[in-house]
């Protein structure tokens, strides 16, 4: 099956620091990945829809400056969290959407993969 | 606004028990439903995916109905174990600008040996 990849799984950071985390699809191709963000004990929500060559698309309520996404290529997504506060801490979520695609006439699912999550700390 | 609702929160129950967890959303429009598990500080493991034409999809002793008229999915776990604890999430597939998935509040079950 397909397979998505997150680094890293963990980090700590101090206060007003910047963290990267990369999202990768290791066997397809994504032109569409997803961002989600899971605080404790709750579910996910989606941040933004991150798209290759283009600007991400942010849900209402997140900031765009705050939460920097950059898709370079159909492999790998990358969000930065800028000048980190201990609020932002919390499990991150990738995803990596497995589009339609015909093949002699079957068309397949149109679905996503999820990554691993990383659990980002502020101190 | 997709909406997604699950019933109960937490659940806890003995050994060998069916259980049923209950998923609803708001707009009917869905492309498919999944369910997910999730272990305590783990990412997601999915368990059934429903496509928007189906009306059901078994696994093992995993049952998961769709019925998109009414806004809802049930999951059915068969003879509960000790190891099915987790939290389990629903999310729905739709369409808005782009396909994506729409996370439901999760149930949280443990199952006492």
């Known amino acids: 099956g397909a397979v998505v990849s997150q680094h890293p799984s963990r980090v700590i950071c101090k206060s007003g620091t910047s963290v990267k985390i990369e999202c990768r699809s290791l066997d397809f191709q994504a032109t569409t990945m997803f961002w989600y963000r899971q605080f404790p004990k709750q579910s996910l929500m989606l941040m933004a829809t991150?798209?290759?060559?283009?600007?991400?698309?942010?849900e209402q309520g997140v900031e765009k400056d705050k939460f920097l996404i950059n898709h370079a290529s159909l492999t790998l997504s990358t969000l930065t969290v800028t000048s980190a506060h201990p609020e932002d801490s919390s499990f991150y979520i990738c995803?990596?959407?497995?589009?339609?695609?015909?093949?002699?006439?079957?068309?397949?699912?149109?679905?996503?993969?999820f990554g691993p999550g990383t659990r980002l700390t502020v101190l | 606004k997709q909406e997604v609702t699950q019933i109960p929160a937490a659940l806890s129950v003995p050994e060998g028990e069916n259980l049923v967890l209950n998923c609803s959303f708001t707009d009917s429009a869905i492309y498919n439903l999944q369910w997910f598990r999730q272990d305590p500080g783990k990412g997601l493991t999915s368990l059934l995916l429903?496509?928007?034409?189906?009306r059901e999809q078994t696994s093992g002793r995993l049952n998961a109905s769709l019925d998109k008229s009414s806004g809802r999915s049930t999951l059915y776990i068969a003879a509960s174990q000790p190891g099915d604890s987790a939290t389990y999430l629903c999310?729905?597939?739709?369409?808005?600008?782009?396909?994506?998935?729409?996370f439901g509040t999760g149930t949280r079950l443990k199952v006492l040996a």
């Open positions: 991150s798209n290759e060559g283009s600007k991400a698309t942010y």
């Open positions: 999310a729905v597939m739709f369409f808005s600008g782009t396909y994506k998935y729409i």
């Open positions: 429903i496509q928007s034409s189906q």
């Open positions: 995803s990596a959407r497995l589009p339609r695609v015909t093949s002699g006439g079957t068309l397949s699912t149109d679905t996503q993969y």
